[in-house]
C-alpha cells in the first residue's frame, strides 16, 4: 500500500514570498490532515478535512495560510507571504476515518530566510 | 484552552529497563488516546490507540494505560533496547475527532 506522499521534500524562500506544498493521502482515507511541527516541539494541527469539508481549521493563520482539498483527495497547503516564523516541516497526515490511527508523510522542510 | 503536557525533558534508561512515559490532558474529554513514535527526520508512526471506555492495551512490549478520571495516560515500553530510542508522542482525538499532539518526550535507551 502506497503511502502518503509528500512533495516538495525541501524548500528555502526569502520572506514575504509564497510557497505552496502538496499531498497526496492514502487512497480510501477520508481525514486528511496538515501540520506544523517547530524543531522541538509536538505536530500543532493547521487543518482537518473530512473528505473536502473543514473540520477544524482554529490554528490556521488564515491572514497568510490556506489549504484546500479538491474533489476529496489530493490537498495543497499555501503560505503568502511567508514569515521568518513559518520555519518549520509541514506534515501532512491521512486516516480512514476522524480518530482512526493517522498516517503519515515525511514531511516537507521550509526554510525562510 | 485544550492542553496536553508529556515530560520536556528527556528520559535516560538503561537497556532491558521499562520505560515509562507520561502523558496528562485538561480542559478536553477525549474519545481516543493515541500514541505515536517519531525518528528525526522523519513523520510520527503510529503504535497505539485506546478508547475511553478502555482501561488498558497491550502490543508486544508496549502498554497503554488510559485514566479519564486522572484525566492520564501512561506509555511503557519493556524489555526496551536501543532501538526504542526516539521521540514519543501522545495525541488526543475529541470532539470532531480533531487530532491533537503533545510536544512529546524523548527516549534514550543505553547499551
Known amino acids: 500500500e502506497a503511502g502518503v506522499a509528500q512533495s516538495p521534500r525541501y524548500k528555502i524562500i526569502e520572506k514575504r514570498q509564497s510557497v505552496a506544498f502538496w499531498c497526496n493521502p492514502i487512497?480510501?482515507?477520508?481525514?486528511l490532515y496538515w501540520y506544523q511541527q517547530i524543531l522541538g516541539q509536538g505536530p500543532k494541527l493547521l487543518i482537518q478535512f473530512q473528505n473536502n469539508g473543514v473540520v477544524d481549521d482554529s490554528q490556521l493563520p488564515k491572514d497568510r495560510f490556506s489549504a484546500e482539498r479538491l474533489k476529496g483527495v489530493d490537498s495543497t497547503l499555501k503560505i503568502q507571504p511567508a514569515k521568518l516564523e513559518d520555519s518549520a516541516v509541514y506534515l501532512c497526515?491521512?486516516?480512514f476515518g476522524s480518530g482512526a490511527e493517522a498516517f503519515f508523510g515525511q514531511g516537507t522542510r521550509l526554510t525562510v530566510v | 484552552s485544550q492542553k496536553i503536557e508529556q515530560n520536556s525533558e528527556a528520559l535516560n534508561i538503561q537497556e532491558g529497563k521499562t520505560a515509562t512515559l507520561t502523558c496528562n490532558y485538561t480542559?478536553?474529554?477525549?474519545?481516543?488516546l493515541q500514541w505515536y513514535r517519531q525518528d528525526p527526520g522523519r513523520g510520527p508512526v503510529f503504535l497505539l490507540l485506546i478508547r475511553e471506555n478502555e482501561k488498558e492495551k497491550r502490543k508486544e512490549r508496549l502498554k497503554v494505560t488510559f485514566d479519564t478520571t486522572l484525566k492520564q495516560s501512561l506509555f511503557h515500553i519493556t524489555a526496551s533496547q536501543p532501538a526504542d530510542s526516539a521521540t514519543y508522542l501522545c495525541?488526543?482525538?475529541?470532539?470532531?475527532?480533531?487530532?491533537?499532539f503533545g510536544a512529546g518526550t524523548r527516549l534514550a535507551v543505553h547499551p
Open positions: 495525541a488526543l482525538a475529541g470532539g470532531y475527532n480533531k487530532l491533537i
Open positions: 497526515a491521512s486516516s
Open positions: 487512497s480510501g482515507h477520508a481525514t
Open positions: 480542559n478536553y474529554s477525549p474519545a481516543y
